[in-house]
């Protein structure tokens, strides 16, 4: 039986299609703030060590390479190219997510009503358990980025969000082989909590 809650030893991490020449398309969200959320979600999945497959298609007629701030996340990705919208369907893709021997999958990508929603619905038919990180996909628009989801979840993929992925691969902020790669993910990335995280290193002292 699955745990209920992502554990670092039963997830994988697959990026699909995080390339400027589709982000220019998004229009669901600020663009930088999902390419944040997107770099965030990599550094998550190397602190807590999750087998990370990335995917890209169209790379030399129209969308580019994978995004160069998330690269530097994770530089020793080799991102597989392709020519479906799927990525499940693309045999070389496939077979890099069945070798993590990892049933859990955590999605992010561009666009989040084709590649995302193409590749996420194909891996939970085939059994996988499939989260997919919403703040770390873009849409074409806030309408359509929504309903994406909405479908999704009716075939029980579940959404999520960076954060909380890290939160609950975390848990417990006494777990020291963990806490400093993830504190200082937070700090960079987490906004308003982050600032206090770093508020509370700085000035508050024990007594």
Same mark, same amino acid.
């Given at each position: 039986?699955?745990?209920?809650?992502?554990?670092? &030893?039963?997830?994988?991490?697959?990026?699909?299609?995080?390339?400027?020449?589709? =982000?220019?398309?998004?229009?669901? &969200?600020?663009?930088?703030?999902?390419?944040?959320?997107?770099?965030? #979600?990599?550094?998550? =999945?190397?602190?807590?060590?999750?087998?990370?497959?990335?995917? *890209?298609?169209? *790379?030399?007629?129209?969308?580019?390479?994978?995004?160069?701030?998330?690269?530097?996340?994770?530089?020793?990705?080799?991102?597989?190219?392709?020519?479906?919208?799927?990525?499940? +369907?693309? +045999?070389?893709? @496939?077979?890099?997510?069945?070798? *993590?021997?990892?049933?859990?999958?955590?999605?992010?990508?561009?666009?989040?009503?084709?590649?995302?929603?193409?590749?996420?619905?194909?891996?939970? +038919?085939?059994?996988? +358990?499939?989260?997919? $990180?919403?703040?770390?996909?873009?849409?074409? *628009?806030?309408?359509?980025?929504?309903? =994406?989801?909405?479908?999704? /979840?009716?075939?029980?993929?579940?959404?999520?969000?960076?954060? /909380? $992925?890290? #939160?609950?691969? /975390?848990?417990?902020?006494?777990?020291?082989?963990?806490?400093?790669?993830?504190?200082?993910?937070?700090?960079?990335? &987490?906004?308003?909590?982050?600032?206090? #995280?770093?508020? =509370? @290193?700085?000035?508050?002292?024990?007594?």
């Amino acid at each position: 039986m699955i745990k209920s809650l992502l554990d670092g &030893g039963n997830c994988a991490l697959v990026f699909v299609d995080q390339q400027a020449g589709l =982000a220019f398309g998004v229009g669901s &969200g600020d663009r930088q703030k999902l390419l944040n959320n997107a770099v965030a #979600l990599a550094k998550t =999945a190397k602190v807590f060590a999750l087998p990370i497959v990335a995917s *890209t298609s169209a *790379t030399k007629v129209y969308s580019g390479p994978m995004m160069p701030a998330l690269q530097r996340a994770i530089p020793d990705v080799v991102p597989i190219d392709r020519r479906s919208m799927n990525a499940w +369907e693309d +045999e070389a893709v @496939r077979k890099a997510i069945v070798a *993590t021997g990892r049933k859990r999958l955590l999605i992010s990508g561009l666009l989040t009503e084709a590649c995302v929603s193409f590749t996420a619905l194909s891996a939970a +038919e085939e059994g996988y +358990e499939v989260y997919v $990180v919403g703040d770390a996909c873009g849409g074409l *628009t806030p309408e359509s980025h929504e309903f =994406a989801l909405q479908r999704m /979840q009716s075939a029980g993929i579940r959404t999520t969000s960076w954060i /909380q $992925v890290l #939160l609950e691969l /975390q848990r417990d902020w006494t777990r020291h082989e963990t806490y400093d790669g993830a504190r200082a993910i937070v700090e960079e990335f &987490g906004g308003g909590y982050g600032i206090g #995280l770093a508020y =509370a @290193r700085d000035m508050i002292k024990p007594a």
